[in-house]
């Protein structure tokens, strides 16, 4: 397991969280490992408390499972579950990237070009960070809109959708999430709103490409 230091302010609860799903995500914790609070709490320097806490939060969107008396087991990846977690980015995206074309300034159009220079060297580089990268530019255009409470709600939701996410930066070598993202950032800058939903709407379909190879690479921590 890959443990960061804590964020200056951030509670042991909302720590445990991070790390914790940071690891699934990035496939440091595998689907249908077993994982204790006590382990968890120790590697952290944490009570267990929060670490149980982490995990009951991480159950509302089915990533893990609780076990009683023992900790909780890390999900199987699950096509419908994925499915249901792009829906409702889909859904909710699609008109935040219409917003953002009316409401968003000249420095949070920069702010999405400057996260856009670094996406290339680390999607070569490190895909993890990649992966981080990626999702502060979403966080970015939530942001801009003014929409934060919609960010953390589909947040829980995309745990399913990241994982797979994490998945294909380490199976697809083509990757073109670098000139969806200018794609999209262009045609906000010009305001273009229709520009701009097709721009995402063809970021967000990559999925369905990516899905054979990715169920073919990690078949075993796929359930039917």
């Known amino acids: 397991m890959i443990i960061t230091p804590k964020n200056t302010f951030e509670p042991n609860r909302e720590y445990a969280f991070r790390i914790v799903k940071d690891n699934i995500i990035n496939m440091e914790i595998k689907p249908g490992s077993l994982i204790g609070e006590q382990e968890i709490a120790t590697q952290l320097g944490i009570s267990r408390t929060p670490v149980h806490e982490a995990f009951l939060e991480l159950s509302k969107s089915k990533i893990v499972n609780i076990l ?118 262009d045609a906000i800058a010009r305001h273009d709103k229709d520009a701009a939903e097709a721009a995402f709407v063809k970021h967000m379909s990559r999925f369905d490409l990516d899905w054979d190879i990715i169920k073919t690479a990690y078949n075993e921590y796929i359930t039917e």
């Open 68 to 185: 009683p008396q023992k900790g909780c087991s890390v999900s199987l990846i699950d096509y419908e579950l994925i499915k249901e977690s792009r829906f409702l980015r889909v859904a909710v995206e699609t008109s935040l990237i219409r917003e953002a074309c009316d409401v968003a300034t000249e420095e949070d159009i920069q702010k999405l070009y400057a996260n856009i220079k670094l996406q290339q060297f680390y999607l070569e580089n490190d895909p993890p960070k990649f992966l981080d990268l990626d999702n502060e530019f979403h966080k970015d255009i939530y942001e801009a809109c003014n929409k934060m409470q919609c960010y953390y709600m589909v947040g829980l939701m995309s745990l399913h959708f990241d994982r797979v996410r994490s998945l294909s930066l380490k199976t697809i070598k083509d990757n073109k999430l670098v000139s969806d993202h200018k794609a999209i950032a």
